[in-house]
Nanobody, 115 residues
Framework: QVRLVESGGDLVQAGGSLRLSCAAS????????MAWFRQAPGKQRELIAQ???????NYVDSVKGRFTISRDNAKGTVFLQMNSLKPEDTAVYYC?????????WGQGTQVTVSS
């Protein structure tokens, strides 16, 4: 059974930092491209960061320079370090694992940034 479990979401003031974690099980983690998406109220879910099996990373422009995605293959965990948080970063953050056409999602973790 595939499980992706996010953690680390919280209420934080603007300018603060959070570190999200996503622990995966039931997949060959090292082969998967891992990604973080977010969905704000009334908006579509958007891809914000991804890291390939070889460690290449990509970010959406709105988080470049503030967010860092990383992975620990030994622990089957992907992280999202979020610095200089803004109120517009408020959303539910979802972890995603992709291998070929197979996608798996976590349940999401809420991040709220107050001004």
């Amino acid at each position: 059974q595939v499980r992706l479990v996010e953690s680390g979401g919280d209420l934080v003031q603007a300018g603060g930092s959070l570190r999200l974690s996503c622990a995966a099980s039931g997949i060959i983690f090292s082969l998967n491209t891992m990604a973080w998406f977010r969905q704000a109220p009334g908006k579509q879910r958007e891809l914000i960061a991804q890291i390939t099996s070889t460690g290449s990373t990509n970010y959406v422009d709105s988080v470049k320079g503030r967010f860092t995605i990383s992975r620990d293959n030994a622990k089957g965990t992907v992280f999202l370090q979020m610095n200089s948080l803004k109120p517009e970063d408020t959303a539910v953050y979802y972890c995603n694992a992709r291998l070929g056409l197979t996608l798996n999602w976590g349940q999401g973790t809420q991040v709220t940034v107050s001004s």
